[in-house]
């Protein structure tokens, strides 16, 4: 179910179908351990406003805001209403990039259900390779383990992971890098791709997130990679900011506009 919000970030809010920059907010924490990233979209929204080239950038992209998904606390639920609402979009426009912000790192299994891209390159301090954590298949710990089964995966930035993490992505030719390498087979990478952005890569003295992990990611090697990717869609994730100005949903916009300034060139 989308909630249509007239707090968005565009003066002029294109229509649907001739938009080519689709925003949606995904409002699920799930069993996170943090529970502000609930209010990820809003945190980025707001951050988008007080960039100061914003305006510029709006003028030459068609951004279409349809609002938030708020599909409570169970996971079943909200996989079903993201592959619906996806679809549903995908029906009246199937050419547009997907901005999808959350949210916990679990909303991205459906969301590459939905989109079924080639290759996903995931950003993170994590490997979220588990089978399983504390009883449950599918959590935010979980959901590379079961995309990795779906397709591509190659992972930027990890630096925390079990030994039955580093098991598995072996076992599912998951492909872990720094971003140095990255940079240097980006224009190999198979389309369609998704990017799924977990705030936590950076280093902890620059966001505010759920499970911050030391010896980050800076901005400007993030900001680097993204450039040399050309993605069908992105997620962001682990949000966990609750004021404004934001420091985290600054550095979230940037990556967005970074890769909205790829789509247009």
Request: hydrophobic share 35%; aromatic share 6%; with cysteine.
């Amino acid at each position: 179910m989308l909630l249509h919000t007239s707090n968005t970030f565009i003066n002029y809010n294109h229509k649907l179908k001739e938009a080519d920059i689709i925003f949606i907010g995904i409002r699920f924490s799930g069993r996170a351990l943090n529970s502000c990233s609930y209010y990820g979209s809003t945190i980025v929204r707001e951050s988008l406003k007080l960039t100061e080239d914003s305006e510029r950038l709006f003028e030459k992209l068609k951004i279409c805001d349809v609002g938030d998904i708020e599909p409570g606390t169970s996971f079943e639920t909200m996989s079903s209403q993201i592959r619906d609402t996806i679809e549903e979009i995908k029906n009246q426009n199937s050419k547009a990039m997907l901005c999808l912000i959350g949210g916990d790192h679990s909303i991205t299994l459906p969301v590459i259900e939905a989109l079924k891209p080639k290759t996903i390159v995931q950003f993170d301090a994590h490997a979220d390779m588990r089978s399983e954590f504390l009883g449950d298949r599918y959590m935010q710990q979980t959901w590379a383990y079961h995309a990795a089964q779906k397709c591509k995966i190659i992972q930027v930035g990890v630096r925390a992971q079990s030994r039955e993490e580093i098991e598995n992505a072996k076992n599912l030719n998951v492909v872990q890098m720094n971003p140095e390498e990255f940079i240097r087979i980006s224009k190999n990478i198979q389309n369609p791709v998704h990017i799924t952005l977990d705030m936590d890569v950076f280093d902890p003295c620059y966001v505010e997130t759920g499970l911050p992990e030391p010896d980050g990611l800076t901005p400007k090697q993030v900001l680097e990679c993204l450039q040399k990717i050309n993605p069908d869609s992105i997620d962001i994730v682990e949000i966990s900011d609750n004021r404004l100005p934001s420091k985290t949903g600054a550095l979230a916009a940037a990556c967005l506009e970074r890769m909205w300034n790829s789509e247009r060139s």
